[in-house]
C-alpha cells in the first residue's frame, strides 16, 4: 500500500508538470497572440471612428491567467480521475473471474479454507490486492480460523466498508480542484472588477476601452471557470458512482459465491 502511494504521489505530480506544460504551450502560441491580434484590431478601427460591432472572440475569451490557471486544474483533474477510473475497471474485470468455484449444492467446510485461498494466491500481486480478492482472502482466514460463519461475513463487510472509505478519501484532491477551479475564477473577477475601478477616470473622459476589457477579464475568468467546473464536477460523480457499484458488486459476489455455501458446527454434520 505504501508503494502504491508513492506510484500515486509521483503519477499526481507528473500529470500536473505535464498539464502545465501543455496548457501554457497552447497559449503562449496560439490563444494569446491570436486574442492580442484581434484586440489591435478593434483597436485600430475604434480609433480609425469606424461604425463596427465587436465579436466576442473565443480566444479573447480564454486569454487570461485565470483561465490558463483553470485549464490546468481540469487537466490535472481528469489525470488523477482517469488513473482511479483505470484501476475501477481492472478490479471489475476480477468479478468475471471464478476465483471461488464451488459447485451448486456443496458445502465449504473450514478445512475447505486454506485450500480456497490458492488460486486467490496464485494471482499476480497486483491484482491480489484487489478488493474482491482481500475480501475473499479475509472471509476464508476468518472462516478457516473461527469456524463461524457470521465472522466470515463481517470480514467481508469490513473490508468492505474500509474500501469504501479509502476510494473517498483518495478524491480529496479532485474535489480541492473542483473547489479551487471557480475560486480561481472569482478571483479573475475581482482583479477585472479593481482593474475597471482604476481606470474609472478614464471612462469619464470618453476613453472606456480600458474599463471595458477590465470588464470583459472579469466576466469571462467567472464564466469558463463555472463552465469547467461543472464537467469536472460530472466527471467527479461518475467516478464516484463507479467506485460504490464497484464495492456493493464485490461484497454481492462473496455473498453469492462464498458465503452462502459455508457450513461450519452443527451444520456440517
Known amino acids: ?8 504521489f509521483l503519477y499526481q505530480l507528473f500529470a500536473l508538470l505535464i498539464a502545465v506544460i ?61 488513473l482511479k477510473a483505470r484501476r475501477g475497471f481492472a478490479e471489475r474485470r476480477l468479478l468475471d473471474s471464478s476465483l471461488v468455484n464451488v459447485p451448486e449444492g456443496s458445502r465449504i467446510l473450514p478445512e475447505d479454507a486454506r485450500q480456497l485461498t490458492r ?32 465472522d466470515a461475513s463481517s470480514a467481508v463487510s469490513d473490508i468492505c466498508e474500509t474500501e469504501n472509505d479509502r476510494l473517498d478519501s483518495e478524491l480529496s484532491m479532485v474535489r480541492y480542484i473542483a473547489w479551487a477551479i471557480p475560486s480561481i475564477g472569482f478571483i479573475g473577477t ?4 479593481g482593474d475597471a475601478l482604476s481606470q474609472a477616470h478614464q471612462a469619464v473622459q470618453g476613453d472606456i476601452a480600458g474599463v471595458t476589457e477590465s470588464l470583459g477579464v472579469a466576466f469571462n475568468s467567472t464564466f469558463i471557470a463555472l463552465v469547467i467546473s461543472i464537467v469536472v464536477m460530472f466527471m467527479l460523480h461518475q467516478l464516484q458512482l463507479m467506485q460504490e457499484r464497484l464495492v456493493l458488486d464485490a461484497h454481492s459476489y462473496c455473498d453469492r459465491n462464498l458465503l452462502r455455501h459455508m457450513k461450519a458446527g452443527q451444520e456440517a454434520l
Open 22 to 82: 501543455l496548457v501554457h504551450g497552447v497559449y503562449i502560441t496560439l490563444i494569446r497572440p491570436t486574442a492580442n491580434a484581434q484586440l489591435e484590431a478593434e483597436l485600430a478601427r475604434q480609433a480609425a471612428g469606424e461604425a463596427y460591432v465587436p465579436q466576442r472572440s473565443l480566444y479573447i475569451v480564454l486569454k487570461d491567467y485565470e483561465q490558463e490557471a483553470c485549464f490546468v486544474l481540469m487537466l490535472w483533474a481528469m489525470a488523477i480521475m482517469a
Open 1 to 8: 500500500m505504501k508503494t502504491r502511494a508513492n506510484q500515486d
Open 119 to 150: 488460486p486467490i494466491q496464485a494471482l499476480p500481486a497486483e491484482q491480489q490486492d484487489y478488493l474482491l480478492a482481500r475480501a475473499l482472502t479475509a472471509a476464508l482466514h476468518r472462516f478457516g480460523a473461527t469456524r463461524n460463519i457470521q
Open 190 to 193: 475581482v482583479r477585472g472588477i
